[in-house]
């Protein structure tokens, strides 16, 4: 398709890119109890973390870039802007792995993909 790929597989690639992105969070959250109460074990969990936000952001970002439809493409913008603003304080939070996850724990955060997600049920 001229100009960028089609609806349906911008989805595919969202979704992709979400669970990919999940998958990591999960078995990373798994550590993060551990992480909390043994500082040793708290500067190598937020590495993954800050690693997973930077493929999630990076694999949304290629979504967007694809997308030949502007409001899909402006709604995954939308996404890789909020994992880009988590990256941030994810990053400046150190070993503070309750801070990673205050940064994490938003609004914004919570309702990743619900907009992406209505527009490729249409």
Do not use: H, W
């Not at 595919?12 to 040793?40: C, H, R, W």
């Not at 409001?71 to 913008?77: D, G, R, T």
């Not at 304080?89 to 994490?104: K, W």
């Amino acid at each position: 398709m001229p100009g960028g790929s089609d609806l349906k597989t911008i989805c595919n690639g969202y979704l992709a890119a979400e669970g990919a992105a999940g998958a990591k969070f999960l078995a990373i959250v798994q550590k993060l109890p551990d992480a909390m109460t043994d500082p040793s074990k708290a500067a190598p969990a937020m590495t993954e973390l800050k690693g997973a936000l930077g493929e999630y952001r990076a694999g949304l970002a290629a979504q967007a870039a694809k997308s030949a439809d502007g409001e899909l493409k402006a709604a995954i913008e939308t996404d890789v802007a909020i994992v880009a603003k988590a990256l941030a304080a994810v990053e400046a939070a150190g070993t503070d792995v309750t801070a990673a996850l205050n940064a994490m724990n938003t609004p914004d955060f919570q309702k990743l993909g619900e907009k992406v997600k209505t527009l490729c049920d249409k």
